[in-house]
């Protein structure tokens, strides 16, 4: 418990604040290592802002833990310090030094279930190869799923553009399930324990909605 | 001129990369600009052989970072174009030897003694990789019609989107126009359709490129080839003048759709 005091990390409107104590920098450098190696799991994907209070860090220092954490998967965004000796060197290192000026907005949200009820996810961009998403609840998208990518769902998964990656909808065992796409075209379609793959397409694409029907994974035109 | 750092990326390799570097390169010398290509593929260097300048290097990018030698020392000139320079790769060392930090503070310096500074990245999406992006103003990914290509093309836009360096720009090598028209190759516009990224460049495939490369003598120093054209067009695109892009052939339509296609989304 010591050591985790020595920093502390708290999710703000930016990204995710690392707070470091002001005291020996050495040691608060291999307590901020200790949490980051722990938690890396949980920190993916975030955009670090590092607050390093007094503490006056030389660019050298500043460029080895970028690298780390770049290292890791994680991307540093911005070093809030009240030494001019780091902010210069973060400046130098392409840092952002304050975070109070508007950033671009994420791509996920969590839309208001207030009406529906029922949880889902909306993504607003094309997903491209390597690209991930889990959720327990819906999955919506509105963009192009490129081949490559993955979208692993609990309940319905919803694309308006391009679905040609995989996709698993009700993967809990949700046999109601459904896939619906502009154009409905994955490399692999999953709903529940069935896995389907896309027949040669024949003619122009349509709107098209997969489910199970008596035990197997049909794809029907989408009519809303 | 706007001085520019340009990262050549592809994901998967042997699609063109260094070939692209070396000629873009040295078409923007050729215009009178002061260039400085760097090879980033620490291990497996070969720039510097596309340029034939392998017999003249003492200093190497990673002596550079651990301070061995001075930036200029590293720098070879050209043995063509005086204002034309290369750094090369250590051939002895990995990846690791060098760090992104590393890359911005070496391409830092070289910012005010060149108009253009030409970074080639290695293929993976590793540290050599992350080190040739870290110091890129733009990016430029290469890819070939082929889909396991195109495939890697995307998923390194997604990482530059990610790294918050994009949009990327993109450059289709070695397309085969004949292969195209028999609907046996990708097209340009179902490479665009799937990328959804501004297209630079299509390089049709010519034999002559590989006689170059061989001899250490970029093709658009020859008059004559397609390829060289292409290539030219591109270092022009970069300067920001508008050229329309290559008919490869004068009764296929589809490169004049692309060409409309493009006109309307350059910047």
């Known amino acids: 418990m010591e050591e985790h005091a020595k920093v502390k990390i708290k999710g703000i409107r930016e990204g995710l604040l690392i707070t470091v104590r002001d005291d020996n920098w050495t040691e608060a450098k291999a307590a901020l290592q200790e949490q980051l190696k722990q938690q890396s799991e949980f920190l993916q994907g975030g955009r670090l802002i590092l607050d390093v209070g007094n503490h006056n860090i030389r660019a050298a220092e500043l460029g080895q833990l970028k690298d780390m954490l770049t290292d890791d998967g994680l991307a540093l965004w911005a070093v809030l310090s009240n030494s001019q000796i780091t902010q210069q060197n973060a400046q130098l290192l392409g840092l952002a030094t ?34 991930s998403i889990k959720n327990s609840g819906h999955v919506v998208v509105i963009g192009d799923v490129n081949p490559g990518c993955e979208i692993v769902s609990g309940g319905d998964i919803v694309v308006w553009g391009h679905l040609r990656g995989m996709v698993h909808a009700g993967a809990e065992g949700n046999q109601q399930a459904v896939v619906c796409a502009m154009d409905l075209a994955p490399t692999q379609l999953r709903i529940a324990d069935l896995i389907a793959t896309t027949p040669k397409r024949r003619g122009k694409s349509q709107p098209e909605m997969a489910k199970i029907v008596d035990g197997q994974v049909v794809a029907l035109p989408w009519k809303p | 001129m706007t001085k520019r750092v340009i990262t050549i990326t592809s994901g998967k390799g042997g699609v063109g990369k260094t070939t692209a570097t070396a000629n873009i390169a040295t078409a923007l010398a050729v215009d009178g600009a002061r260039v400085v290509c760097i090879d980033a593929d620490i291990g497996l260097r070969n720039l510097d052989v596309v340029l034939g300048l392998e017999n003249r290097i003492v200093y190497d990018l990673v002596d550079v970072v651990e301070g061995r030698c001075r930036l200029r020392q590293a720098m070879i000139r050209d043995k063509r174009l005086p204002n034309l320079f290369l750094i090369p790769a250590a051939q002895t060392r990995d990846k690791t030897a060098v760090s992104p930090s590393d890359m911005v503070r070496l391409i830092d310096e070289l910012r005010d003694e060149s108009d253009w500074v030409l970074i080639d990245s290695p293929a993976g999406i590793e540290r050599g ?139």
């Not at chain 2, 049709?204 to 080839?225: A, H």
């Open chain 1, 98 to 131: 304050r975070i109070n000026k508007p950033i671009p907005e994420r791509t996920t949200h969590t839309i208001d279930t207030a009406l529906s009820g029922e949880e889902a996810v909306l993504v607003r961009r094309t997903l491209r190869s390597g690209f």
């Open chain 2, 129 to 267: 990789f992350r080190n040739a992006i870290a110091p890129a103003d733009v990016i430029v990914v290469i890819t070939n019609p082929e889909i396991s290509a195109v495939r890697d093309a995307d998923r390194i836009i997604g990482l530059i989107e990610a790294e918050e360096k994009g949009p990327a720009k993109l450059v289709l090598n070695r397309l085969k126009p004949e292969m195209v028209k028999r609907s046996d190759m990708l097209s340009p516009d179902d490479v665009l359709e799937l990328l959804a990224v501004e297209l630079i460049g299509i390089v049709p495939e010519d034999e002559k490129v590989i006689l170059s490369t061989n001899r250490g003598s970029p093709i658009v120093l020859e008059g004559k080839s397609q390829a060289g054209q292409a290539f030219r067009n591109i270092a022009a695109r970069l300067e920001g003048k508008d050229v329309p892009f290559l008919s490869l052939e004068s009764s296929n339509g589809f490169f004049g759709r692309i060409s409309r296609l493009i006109g309307t989304g350059g910047d």
